[in-house]
């Protein structure tokens, strides 16, 4: 579906150089050394670690495999509970299901599509070893309601960040709220290397565990820092370090920050704008900020009335050569949710809004033109 390359289509997601990246590529490959832990890594690590403030940056393999470092890091168990929004990404969950964690899902609120706070409280049992909130289309979530909550039960929070990397609740960036966060740089977030991802490690105490997780399980990264005198098998772990050539890409990506940042705000705004009376007088809805949010830009979407009409829009915008797309179907009703017990009614707010969400094109590349013709075509959507 993704990248049709037919001329005058608008894909709903293009990857897209931003600067140097091909430059930082030849420059890592000259340098002979593509394999982890490279220039490029070091520099993204020092990037992040100072553009956000945390502590301990580690690039990943995906947002995916950030999780499950912070799954392994927390020593989660067979039985141990793990709350998270029933309205997110398989990765959220199933990364502490692999480790075997029973799932609890908790509805979302109807306005921002995060987990409402309101119900988390109920959720918490002596089991509960984690709750994994998301900042869904890089939009806080009361992060202050949910880290007393959390806090007072003596619970972790793991965020995961895929959506909001340099959003803010409060002023505070996403991701340097919990213990832990993660992060993606796949092809359809803000910046990316394909496939890549970032765990945010928030807790100190943590870091040199997690450099050992991320390396097989040995103690590989105090051994080239010269801080033991052999390199060996000193616990649990995997392969979770990416090859500096996606790092040299990234890096090429994050240094064009403001100038991408700049055009997905403006992106937003323009679709805003564009489709606010429409979106009034139909009785669709827009994305909701809270005044005291300050959104990452990852996406624009439209709430239609019923699943029918989202459908109907769909179909009639691809008729005009443009890709809008739908996305998470409700967790507890998948083929594995079921298997946990999830039953249709259980999560109202979730299983109402994916019927009736709608994503428009949104990336770095998409021009004035192109988003134009979007807004018109659904301005010619009539019902
Ligand atoms: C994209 C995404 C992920 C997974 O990211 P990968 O880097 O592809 O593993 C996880 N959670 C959310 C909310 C996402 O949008």
């Avoid at 392994?72 to 990404?89: K, N, R, S, Y």
């Avoid at 990765?91 to 987990?115: M, Y």
């Avoid at 009376?277 to 900020?289: D, Y």
Wanted: glycine content about 6%; charged content about 25%; hydrophobic content about 40%.
């Amino acid at each position: 579906m993704m990248n049709e390359e037919k001329p005058g289509f608008i894909d709903f997601n293009r990857p897209v150089i931003a600067g140097k990246e091909m430059e930082y590529i030849a420059d890592a490959v000259a340098a002979g050394k593509i394999s982890g832990d490279g220039v490029y890594t070091r520099k993204v690590h020092a990037y992040l670690e100072q553009a956000l403030g945390v502590p301990r940056v580690l690039l990943t393999t995906s947002c995916t495999h950030a999780l499950e470092m912070s799954a392994i890091l927390m020593d989660i168990q067979a039985g141990d509970e793990v709350i998270v929004p029933d309205f997110t990404f398989v990765s959220t969950i199933n990364a502490f299901v692999l480790r075997g964690a029973q799932p609890v899902f908790i509805d979302v609120r109807p306005d921002t599509l995060n987990l409402d706070e309101a119900q988390l409280e109920d959720k918490i049992t002596p089991r509960t070893k984690a709750i994994v909130p998301v900042h869904y289309a890089g939009v806080g979530c009361e992060m202050d309601s949910i880290m007393e909550i959390a806090q007072r039960q003596h619970v972790a929070v793991v965020e995961d960040n895929a959506h909001g990397l340099f959003g803010r609740y409060r002023q505070r960036y996403l991701g340097t709220f919990g213990v832990m966060a993660s992060q993606s740089f796949h092809e359809t977030k803000n910046f990316s290397s394909g496939e890549g991802g970032a765990l945010l490690i928030n807790d100190p105490d943590l870091v040199e565990r997690a450099e050992i997780i991320r390396e097989k399980g040995t103690n590989r990264s105090r051994f080239f820092r010269g801080q033991v005198d052999k390199y060996t098998w000193v616990d649990v772990g995997s392969s979770y370090l990416p090859s500096d050539i996606l790092a040299a890409y990234l890096y090429g990506q994050l240094e064009e920050r403001s100038r991408i940042q700049a055009h997905r705000k403006n992106l937003w705004k323009t679709y805003k704008t564009g489709l606010e009376s429409w979106a009034f007088a139909h009785e669709v809805r827009l994305p909701f900020i809270p005044e005291h949010v300050e959104q990452a830009y990852h996406m624009f979407y439209l709430l239609l009335p019923t699943l029918e009409l989202r459908q109907s829009l769909i179909a009639h915008l691809r008729q005009r050569e443009i890709q809008a797309v739908f996305h998470y179907l409700p967790l507890h009703l998948s083929e594995m949710g079921q298997k946990f017990g999830g039953l249709p009614g259980d999560f109202p707010v979730t299983e109402n809004v994916s019927d009736r969400l709608l994503r428009l094109p949104f990336h770095n590349a998409l021009c004035e033109a192109d988003q134009e013709r979007v807004i018109e075509a659904i301005l010619e959507f009539d019902f």
